[in-house]
């Protein structure tokens, strides 16, 4: 397996920029990776997939199905934000994440979930290093939001004029406005 790659899976453009200028100035080859079947409506998950592509036209992304999401969160619709849903959402996302890096023979993976502000990162990490442990591969832990990451990556999508959502990904994290 080749060592400085890594397999980052990307939730949408704005949230790319930073992880993915960090890991590139840490000396890995980045590789971004869409995998988001949780995005609610499929038109929404087009719109954010096409955006990255702008920023990132070497996305290697995946067919997905909101079925894949809805299985694993039946039950817990009602669920807050940073609540079970949502964990389980970070590890139907990391672990798909975690097969491709081994179908590529990449042996490690990261993702751009911990930028944002409203998620827990420590969630996160335990989705990625368990979907790391099964598939014999290495979570590179980083915690983006930190050292101003949130900003930053913010200001950059501003400045490159991306598109902006407004609520997290899935049906019921959309705001009634
Ligand atoms: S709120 Fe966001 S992280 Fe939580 S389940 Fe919905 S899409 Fe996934």
């Not at 200028?21 to 998950?45: R, W």
């Not at 934000?81 to 590529?104: H, N, S, Y």
């Not at 989705?127 to 930190?146: C, I, M, N, R, W």
Request: proline content about 4%.
């Amino acid at each position: 397996m080749t060592k400085n790659k890594v397999l980052l899976h990307t939730c949408c453009a704005v949230c790319f920029s930073y992880p993915f200028n960090k890991l590139s100035l840490e000396g890995y080859e980045v590789i971004p990776y869409f995998y988001n079947p949780n995005i609610y409506p499929i038109a929404e998950q087009q719109r954010r997939l096409d955006e990255l592509i702008k920023v990132a036209p070497d996305t290697i992304f995946e067919k997905s199905s909101l079925d894949d999401f809805y299985k694993i969160s039946k039950g817990l619709e009602n669920e807050p934000e940073r609540g079970k849903r949502c964990l389980k959402c970070f590890k139907l996302r990391l672990q798909k994440t975690a097969q491709k890096a081994v179908e590529l023979g990449i042996s490690n993976i990261a993702t751009t979930l911990t930028v944002s502000p409203h998620k827990i990162s420590s969630d996160i990490f335990m989705a990625g290093e368990e979907a790391a442990l099964e598939y014999g591969l290495t979570f590179l832990k980083y915690d983006f939001k930190k050292e101003n990451g949130f900003k930053i990556t913010q200001q950059i999508a501003r400045e490159k004029n991306l598109y902006r959502q407004q609520y997290c990904g899935c049906e019921y994290s959309i705001r009634k406005l």
